[in-house]
Every structure is written in C-alpha cells, then in structure tokens.
Nanobody
Framework: QFRLVESGGGLVQPRGSLRLSCTAS????????IGWFRQAPGKEREGVLC????????YYADSVKGRFTASRDTAKNTVWLQMNSLKPEDTAVYYC??????????????????WGQGTQVTVSS
C-alpha cells in the first residue's frame, strides 16, 4: 500500500504546540514534495503548507505563516509539521500527501496522492 501515515494529533490549549509526523513504510519520501492539508467540520479541505523534495523550499498558507514550520528527516523517512501558537481555528483533521513533482509551486491546485488517514488536532481550552 502506497499510503502515508500521519500521527501526533491531539487536544491542546490555545497558544500551545503540537508536532505532527508523516511517514511511509513502503516507499521513500525524499523524492517527493509533501503537502499538509486540513479539513475542519463543515469546511472544504485547505492547503496548509508544502515542503519540496529537497526541503529547501516551503510554501505556507497565510493563516499559518510564522506559526507552522515543516522539516524533513530523510533517515527516518519522515516529514514533520511543527505547529506553534495554536488557535481554535486550527482545529481540523490534518492530512499529508505526496506530489510526484518534487516542487511546491502552485501546490494548492496540484494533484497529490497517497493520502494518509489523517490525524485530529483540537485546539480548545
């Protein structure tokens, strides 16, 4: 199965932090750009960020700039999403997916594959 697995979600208070991971057991991630997306109840899925295959380019949605960062750990075949200063409006199911092209340009409109099952992030006091 060529699917990604997300983990690390949970319940956190506003202004708290969480780190999500995205990994694969059957293929290497280092040749793909990785996108993180989220979907809140009753809302459409939105792009959160994309990190290129090299890790040198990152694109962030305006809503998370300055608060979220992405990084890659090739040795662990993992992409991390560090989320700081969390807000209640960040509450959503977070998904990662691969883009066969290694770059992130126009990632919001690109085709992604191998979607994971998602991990729930809830920001609430």
């Amino acid at each position: 199965q060529f699917r990604l697995v997300e983990s690390g979600g949970g319940l956190v208070q506003p202004r708290g932090s969480l780190r999500l991971s995205c990994t694969a057991s059957t293929f290497a991630l280092d040749q793909y750009a990785i996108g993180w997306f989220r979907q809140a109840p009753g809302k459409e899925r939105e792009g959160v960020l994309c990190i290129s295959s090299s890790g040198l380019s990152r694109y962030y949605a305006d809503s998370v700039k300055g608060r979220f960062t992405a990084s890659r750990d090739t040795a662990k075949n993992t992409v991390w999403l560090q989320m700081n200063s969390l807000k209640p409006e960040d509450t959503a199911v977070y998904y990662c997916a691969i883009r066969t092209a290694g770059f992130c340009t126009d990632y919001e409109n690109a085709v992604f594959a191998s979607w994971g099952q998602g991990t729930q992030v809830t920001v609430s006091s």
